[in-house]
């Protein structure tokens, strides 16, 4: 298993173009197999700053994720409008707990 925390911060008035491109990328990845969670928020205390979560089940899955031509177009464009800030690798542990929220 394979997880990441990334984090974007939107350039200056380019907060709503970070939001609908990587929108756009949740709604293609509900269709890839091997990425039980994909997770993208902004920060409470800093609506700039982005921090996307993302699990994949195997180094393939990550890597069929990223050849997908969603992801080929839509991270040049993304780093058009946001500033990279970090990645941190992370190795979950334990059983996890995966329930999608309720569409209201």
């Known amino acids: 298993m394979h997880a990441f925390l990334t984090h974007m911060r939107a350039k200056p008035g380019q907060r709503e173009e970070v939001i609908r491109l990587t929108t756009v990328m949740l709604e293609k990845t509900q269709s890839e197999d ?32 990223e050849s997908s031509d969603e992801f080929k177009a839509t991270m040049p464009a993304l780093m058009k409008v946001a500033d990279f800030v970090g990645v941190t690798t992370l190795n979950p542990y334990g059983p996890m707990k995966i329930t999608p929220p309720s569409k209201r």
């Not at 920060?43 to 180094?59: L, T």
């Open 34 to 65: 091997g990425i039980p969670v994909y997770v993208f928020s902004t920060s409470a205390e800093s609506p700039d700053d982005f921090y996307f979560y993302d699990i994949y089940e195997s180094e393939e899955a990550r890597k069929a994720h």
